[in-house]
């Protein structure tokens, strides 16, 4: 799924393009699009689009009144729509604008789970953003503490809890945790301060290196384009150290770690009640 990067560098190349054009029409191309039905998109059509912005790992697109809110899921994308075909593969929806340009959703993949919420007045005060944790590379040293403390998880799973902090998904929780050295099955409430600086290191690191790169390319990367040291790298060397990179595998997702950098050596348990296997 596209993380807090892929998605903020995706806006700023629409918002470059499409700030200050006028919408003619928003038309759903599936019914399981669009989320809300009130305000009615209708709202916004002669509107100028005032820019499009991130929260999390959610697009938002202001027009006039309203604004468009997109989650993109794991086979969405959103971007310029130059064939304006009347039905295109994956469409799920496009905005139409005056100068005769578009901008289209599709999502590919078997999941369709992609969605479209127009809101009116505050985004942050409305689902699907109303109770978002803060931007992952917004907190302080001293905030990330505070957070850690207040629950009681191991590092991996709070890291993608976007209730806890928003934007981070399976590759940068694996990424980050290796760039810490800390182990993803570590406590929250047990890391010292030593290691929450790590930690707020790594994420600042982590999200950088991931935008600056996604910056360069002219549309939104595939998963397995994006740069790992861990992530999907399951029996390759460690860049850091040579160890053999190591899984733990759940239904939906795979934490990828090293033995050496991360837990001591040890061999985290291929299961989620034991700690580790020796």
């Known amino acids: 799924m596209p993380e807090l990067p892929e998605v903020r560098a995706q806006a700023a190349r629409l918002d470059e393009e499409f700030r200050g054009r006028t919408l003619a029409r928003f038309d759903p191309l599936s019914f399981t699009a669009l989320k809300t039905a009130v305000p009615p998109p209708s709202d916004a059509v002669g509107a100028e689009v005032g820019g499009l912005t991130t929260r999390g790992k959610y697009l938002l697109m202001a027009v006039g009144p309203v604004t468009f809110i997109v989650h993109l899921m794991q086979g969405g994308r ?24 578009a901008v289209l959703l599709t999502e590919f993949g078997r999941e369709h789970k992609a969605g479209i919420w127009v809101v009116a007045g505050d985004p942050e005060t409305q689902d699907p953003i109303l109770g978002l944790g803060p931007e992952a590379d917004s907190l302080s040293v001293d905030d990330l503490a505070a957070l850690l403390a207040s629950r009681s998880a191991r590092i991996h799973t709070a890291l993608r809890d976007q209730r806890f902090m928003a934007g981070l998904g399976r590759r940068l929780a694996n990424e980050i945790c290796h760039r810490a050295k800390l182990s993803p099955f570590a406590s929250t409430k047990k890391l010292t301060r030593a290691e929450v600086e790590r930690l707020h290191q790594a994420i600042a690191d982590g999200i950088a290196d991931s935008l600056d790169y996604e910056s360069t390319q002219t549309a939104m990367t595939k998963s397995a384009q994006r740069p790992a040291r861990v992530h999907h790298r399951t029996g390759e060397p460690c860049p850091e150290c040579g160890d053999a990179i190591r899984a733990v595998e759940y239904t939906s997702y795979t934490v990828n770690y090293c033995p050496t950098c991360q837990t001591g050596g040890k061999i985290l348990a291929d299961n989620t009640t034991s700690k580790f296997l020796k």
């Open 78 to 101: 959103m971007l310029s729509d130059e064939k304006q075909s009347a039905k295109p593969k994956g469409g799920l929806a496009r905005w139409r604008f005056e100068d005769g340009s």
